[in-house]
């Protein structure tokens, strides 16, 4: 079994940055691909980032493209999200992902395992 917690969310101004980490523990996988999903207010749940266990390749939406950035510490178990430029309507409860797959992957059906989220609020 695997357990991701995230943590690193906030309140915070337009233009300004958060960073947010999830902590793997548990089974872990070398072989797999950690994701970041958000999930705003009555809207679905969609793809922000993922990366791959060997770091070679990273898949960003074009919503954030330029402004977020993912990466991942293997001895640490920990994929990172840093937020930079944020707006309002990057406003969700932000989910951190694995995929037992080294393919990266934006379908959210092809992810195994989910943290509870943590809140991102941008105000204008």
């Known amino acids: 079994q695997v357990q991701l917690v995230e943590s690193g969310g906030g309140l915070v101004q337009a233009g300004g940055s958060l960073r947010l980490s999830c902590a793997a523990s548990g089974r872990t996988f070398s072989r797999s691909t950690l994701g970041w999903f958000r999930q705003a207010p009555g809207k679905d749940r969609e793809f922000v980032a993922a990366?791959?266990?060997?770091?070679?390749?990273?898949y960003a939406d074009d919503s954030v493209k330029g402004r977020f950035a993912i990466s991942r510490d293997n001895a640490k178990n920990t994929v990172y999200l840093q937020m930079n430029s944020l707006k309002p309507e990057d406003t969700a409860v932000y989910y951190c992902?694995?995929?037992?797959?080294?393919?990266?992957?934006?379908?959210?059906?092809?992810?195994?395992?989910w943290g509870q989220g943590t809140q991102v609020t941008v105000s204008s």
């Open positions: 992902a694995l995929r037992l797959s080294e393919w990266v992957s934006r379908v959210r059906t092809e992810y195994d395992y």
């Open positions: 990366i791959t266990w060997n770091l070679r390749y990273t």
